[in-house]
């Protein structure tokens, strides 16, 4: 789905992270892991085209960008905003609708089963503002699956919420993956790397590892004893 020749991540022409190539594979599941600053959120933010690459080719097999559903971190979210579960939840229908487009009955199903499969059926018409952390990301999971997006990007997507929400939205991720669609985490857990995603991406100041979670996680033990914030808990 993606090629990565030599791409190096950065803000305003200056380099955050060494040389990456790589391919991104349609159907796989990957997680980002490094040291805080190392260049994972900006990985993401580069493949959805926020950021452009400090250098470097990145191309897409259909030679544009595929429709793809970005999460950022919940601290770059407006949780203040004055709308309500549903209504976010329904964002998830606008690529097939268009922005003024009508919500049809099948349309509402796949809304009414995405909040009932995160738990949110009861909170529909609350507030956004009124949510939990959990809740909060419980609801964003809920218009992932009714966006059905074939690329799907998501930073650190378990700060701050509970281990029961960790595992519901473990659960949604695999179920994504089930359906075909590609997914790339920004993750601090390396035992829920190893749990859960295939294939592994990590960044470091001295290297980069890119490929089977169990061959990358080896061969990191040595650079995670000297740099135990390698993993840690943001």
Wanted: proline share 5%; aromatic share 4%.
């Amino acid at each position: 789905m993606i090629t990565l020749e030599n791409i190096v991540l950065g803000y305003q022409g200056q380099g955050i992270s060494l040389p990456i190539s790589g391919r991104v594979h349609t159907g796989s599941m990957t997680a980002l892991v490094g040291a805080n600053g190392s260049g994972k959120s900006t990985l993401l933010k580069t493949l959805a085209g926020l950021l452009p690459a400090v250098s470097g080719q990145l191309t897409f097999n259909a030679a544009v960008r595929p429709r793809m559903a970005y999460l950022p971190q919940q601290s770059e979210m407006d949780h203040q905003f004055p709308i309500n579960v549903v209504d976010v939840v329904a964002m998830g229908c606008w690529p097939a609708t268009g922005l003024l487009g009508r919500i049809g009955r099948a349309d509402k199903k796949r809304i009414e089963q995405a909040l009932e499969r995160v738990g949110l059926s009861a909170l529909s018409s609350r507030p956004i503002e009124a949510l939990s952390g959990g809740q909060f990301q419980r609801m964003l999971f809920a218009r992932l699956l009714v966006q059905h997006a074939p690329l799907v990007l998501l930073d650190e997507p378990f700060t701050g919420i509970d281990s029961q929400t960790c595992r519901l939205l473990m659960e949604v991720i695999a179920q994504l993956h089930t359906r075909g669609q590609t997914l790339l985490v920004v993750l601090h857990d390396s035992d829920l790397v190893a749990r859960h995603f295939p294939q592994t991406l990590m960044l470091s100041q001295k290297h980069v590892h890119w490929g089977a979670s169990a061959e990358v996680l080896s061969l990191s033990t040595a650079e995670r004893r000297d740099r135990p914030s390698l993993f840690q808990v943001s």
